[in-house]
């Protein structure tokens, strides 16, 4: 029995070596190589199992239990990524005026073959009812021809008279416009974009809002892809091997590509004199290198008014939030966040947030 009690201690320090390791990659992020960026996704995990730990060892080995209690203890910087407490004084206060409502939401193309104008009618619908600022979308759809089905054209008629589209050479010939789009009720000054792949890219569109110059950076980071509906559904073996090695290939490939698409979008943020809020989908959770080196600029909205865990990814693993909205904390002030998980248009949920400048001193 003590040989097996040693044994596992043993095994339990290599554990705790490889979360302190975790720990340092999230907290100081020294490299950004693709083998960091799967370590640090295992954030959550090793936390978990640090409090299973804790109890394991104050039931067997009270005296042992001093490590687990310490690295739960040093996961406390992180709370405010994971999870946030909102009394409800906070939940229902009324935000002051004038305030910017900023939605982004990826609506996945609205489902584009299967009931696409359905969703998108219903979509419209919410946005509707929300009435916001500014909306950026991401996988955005939009037929080509005018009229009912064009998306534009509707937004438009509901107050939306300023748009601006990523420009991708490749959809030239097609019959619709995809990708990052932005919406504005706001006249857009001016625009930048810069395509990754596909429909991935980022856009950024200067407006004019209470006198002010706003930057909104419109973002899309290289997709996950997981594909784990596919991976579960597999019953042979072969069948669960390979779609195993197909989901890292793919999630070693998106840290790599993130990790470029981060430059870019520091370069932009760094360059702004004016407020900045960048939103959207980065295909990173809270504990990757994108999302840590974005935290040196901006503050997060979720930190600072979010609700419960966040989630935000309405498919599996479904316990992921990798869309983000990021502000300038020292010209603007968040006055609401919520991620509306009622709305299930998508694969993802849709963000709100309002924002109000900065009183002047």
């Known amino acids: 029995?003590?040989?097996?009690r040693r044994s596992i201690w043993f095994l339990y320090m290599l554990f705790a070596l490889y979360t302190v390791v975790v720990y340092a990659l999230c907290y100081w992020l020294p490299t950004n190589h693709w083998i960091a960026g799967f370590l640090m996704l295992s954030f959550p995990i090793v936390l978990v199992s640090q409090f299973f730990f804790l109890g394991f060892w104050l039931v067997l080995r009270p005296r042992w239990a001093v490590v687990p209690a310490l690295l739960v203890l040093a996961s406390l910087p992180f709370l405010d990524r994971t999870y946030k407490f909102r009394t409800e004084k906070e939940g229902t206060s009324t935000p002051r005026t004038p305030a910017l409502k900023i939605v982004n939401y990826n609506v996945s193309s609205f489902f584009l073959h299967n009931n696409n104008e359905l969703v998108?009618?219903?979509?419209?619908?919410?946005?509707?009812?929300?009435?916001?600022?500014?909306?950026c979308f991401q996988e955005f759809a939009n037929r080509?021809?005018?009229?009912?089905?064009?998306?534009?054209?509707?937004?438009?008629?509901?107050?939306?008279p300023y748009h601006a589209i990523m420009n991708n050479p490749d959809e030239e010939s097609s019959s619709y416009i995809t990708g990052v789009v932005t919406f504005s009720k706001y006249p857009i000054l001016s625009k930048q974009d810069t395509l990754f792949s596909n429909m991935n890219g980022m856009l950024q569109t200067d407006i004019q809002w209470q006198g002010s110059r706003m930057r909104i950076i419109n973002v899309h980071m290289y997709s996950m892809t997981l594909k784990l509906n596919k991976l579960a559904s597999q019953k042979e073996y072969v069948g669960v091997k390979r779609e195993t090695q197909g989901t890292i290939r793919r999630m070693k490939r998106g840290f790599v590509e993130r990790n470029e698409e981060v430059e870019i979008l520091e370069s932009w943020v760094e360059d702004s004199d004016h407020p900045v809020i960048v939103c959207g989908d980065f295909n990173e959770t809270p504990y990757g290198y994108v999302y840590g080196r974005m935290r040196r600029h901006l503050s997060n909205a979720f930190e600072n008014r979010g609700n419960g865990f966040g989630f935000s990814y309405n498919n599996l693993p479904y316990f992921i939030r990798i869309d983000h909205q990021f502000y300038?904390?020292?010209?603007l002030d968040l006055q609401e966040f919520n991620t509306l998980r009622k709305v299930p248009y998508s694969d993802h949920y849709p963000l709100v947030g309002s924002y109000s400048l900065t009183p002047r001193e």
């Not at 009618?121 to 916001?132: A, F, Q, R, T």
């Not at 080509?144 to 008629?157: F, T």
């Not at 300038?328 to 010209?331: A, G």
């Open 1 to 4: 029995m003590r040989f097996l």
């Open 120 to 135: 998108t009618e219903k979509v419209l619908e919410w946005l509707s009812d929300v009435d916001p600022d500014v909306i």
């Open 144 to 160: 080509k021809q005018e009229g009912r089905q064009s998306v534009i054209d509707q937004l438009k008629k509901a107050g939306y």
């Open 328 to 331: 300038s904390n020292d010209k």
